[in-house]
């Protein structure tokens, strides 16, 4: 595991927010960053009709007809919603290294011209990485703060086949190895309650990140958008979500006791842009309110995060 920043004890589990403090001794925020990226899943390239939950404009606040709206000027835009402080352009919309590594490193540049941004968080598959773009990076991670985001949302290719995803476990777990030791951070995104799967089967996807040694976890909870081939198939009684929050809170906190104490807590449950999107679940929870029901669960039970850690062999 590259992340060099120990976990602050006490407490329930590692927040973003304590890491950045901890490294920076301020606080960091995250301006989200639509560069007019595509995805191979969607452009023909894997596959045309993505992943069968993505609809970007459902998390990605900015719409493609931002797009207009130059990196330099977003990243104004985002800082205007923060009192002074820290940022890090979060490289965010569709799969953000897909191109030729010039066009990459021009738009990486941009948002590094902003005094401000003390580095990058870069959202993508793990089967859009080469050895060119992590030694470009690798660069990068020398002069600023580097996070490499990477989709794997489920350890299991049964449910990456059910969902579309268009790769594999093993292609993560090969970006995950080809980008250690690099110093670059490396986040990985996963979803709970997945169509097919089981409790056992996400904490095998925990205990999968545990032996990979990433360094941050974005947790989301399976949400039902318009637009989406997911969307057809809970209309058609195919597919369960977590109709409360307190469905998702138990399950979430056996994972959070499941994972290494030292990985950071990119997020705990997904959030929708738009109302309008959701079909399902509507939860009335904000996102602290979530994280404190997490800590009051784990409060309760006398757990934290990585009280039950092992690496095991699957
Ligand atoms: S979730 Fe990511 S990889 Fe999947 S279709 Fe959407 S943008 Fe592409």
């Not at 940022?87 to 590094?112: C, I, M, R, V």
């Not at 929050?245 to 290494?260: F, G, V």
């Amino acid at each position: 595991m590259t992340c060099d920043v120990a976990p602050q004890q006490p407490g329930w589990f590692y927040r973003l927010s304590s890491f950045f403090r901890r490294k920076f001794g301020e606080p960091v925020y995250k301006i989200p960053i639509d560069a007019g990226f595509s995805c191979p899943n969607r452009d023909g390239t894997i596959g045309l009709d993505g992943c069968s939950y993505c609809y970007n404009p459902s998390f990605a606040p900015f719409s493609r007809s931002d797009t207009a709206v130059s990196i330099s000027e977003q990243i104004i835009r985002g800082m205007k919603k923060n009192k002074q402080a820290l940022y890090l352009a979060y490289f965010q919309s569709y799969t953000n290294t897909y191109g030729p590594l010039d066009h990459l490193k021009a738009l990486y540049d941009e948002a590094l011209s902003n005094s401000e941004v003390i580095g990058l968080s870069i959202a993508t598959r793990p089967d859009c990485i080469s050895e060119g773009i992590l030694e470009m990076l690798e660069n990068y991670a020398d002069r600023c703060h580097l996070w490499i985001e990477y989709g794997l949302q489920s350890a299991h290719d049964n449910t990456l086949n059910r969902i579309n995803r268009g790769h594999d476990s093993a292609s993560f777990a090969e970006a995950v190895n080809l980008t250690r030791n690099r110093g670059i951070y490396i986040c990985a995104h996963i979803i709970l309650g997945l169509p097919g799967e089981t409790p056992s089967m996400m904490y095998k996807t925990i205990d999968f990140l545990n032996r990979l040694g990433v360094d941050g976890v974005k947790f989301h909870h399976l949400q039902v958008i318009r637009h989406t081939t997911l969307a057809g198939q809970y209309m058609q009684g195919e597919v369960c979500v977590y109709e409360k929050a307190e469905d998702y809170i138990p399950i979430l906190c056996n994972c959070l006791e499941k994972l290494s104490p030292g990985i950071v807590i990119h997020r705990l449950a997904s959030q929708a842009t738009s109302e309008a999107l959701l079909i399902a679940p509507h939860w009335p929870e904000s996102a602290g309110e979530i994280a404190s029901l997490v800590e009051h669960e784990l409060k309760i039970r006398g757990t934290h995060q990585g009280s039950l850690f092992k690496i095991s062999t699957m």
